[in-house]
Nanobody
Framework: QVQLVESGGGLVQPGGSLRLSCAVS????????MAWYRQAPGQQRELVAD???????NYAGSVKGRFTISRDNTKNTMYLQMNNLKPEDTAVYYC???????????????WGPGTQVTVSS
């Protein structure tokens, strides 16, 4: 069983910054791609950024230049540094990982419960 816990969300004014964390625990042999998604009210869940096992990154156009995704493989933790936040960044942010568990020979997907980010004055 794998558990993902996000933290770092909250209320911030436009132009402010937040840093999200996603800690992964459980019986994990390998973690491949890690990603942040977000879902605003009435909207579909969308990819914000992802990072593979070699730390190559990919960003949605709307956050490129403002958000930075990173990972610490020694801690099985992923981060999202969000700068110059805008009201349109308001959403629930979800952590997603592609991993392989010990004793299993398939790659599986897991989601965190989400953390709310609200950008408002």
């Amino acid at each position: 069983q794998v558990q993902l816990v996000e933290s770092g969300g909250g209320l911030v004014q436009p132009g402010g910054s937040l840093r999200l964390s996603c800690a992964v625990s459980g019986s994990i042999a390998s973690i491949y791609t890690m990603a942040w998604y977000r879902q605003a009210p009435g909207q579909q869940r969308e990819l914000v950024a992802d990072i593979n096992s070699r730390s190559s990154t990919n960003y949605a156009g709307s956050v490129k230049g403002r958000f930075t995704i990173s990972r610490d493989n020694t801690k099985n933790t992923m981060y999202l540094q969000m700068n110059n936040l805008k009201p349109e960044d308001t959403a629930v942010y979800y952590c997603n990982v592609l991993y392989q568990a010990w004793g299993r020979f398939v790659r599986e997907n897991a989601w965190g419960p989400g953390t709310q980010v609200t950008v408002s004055s």
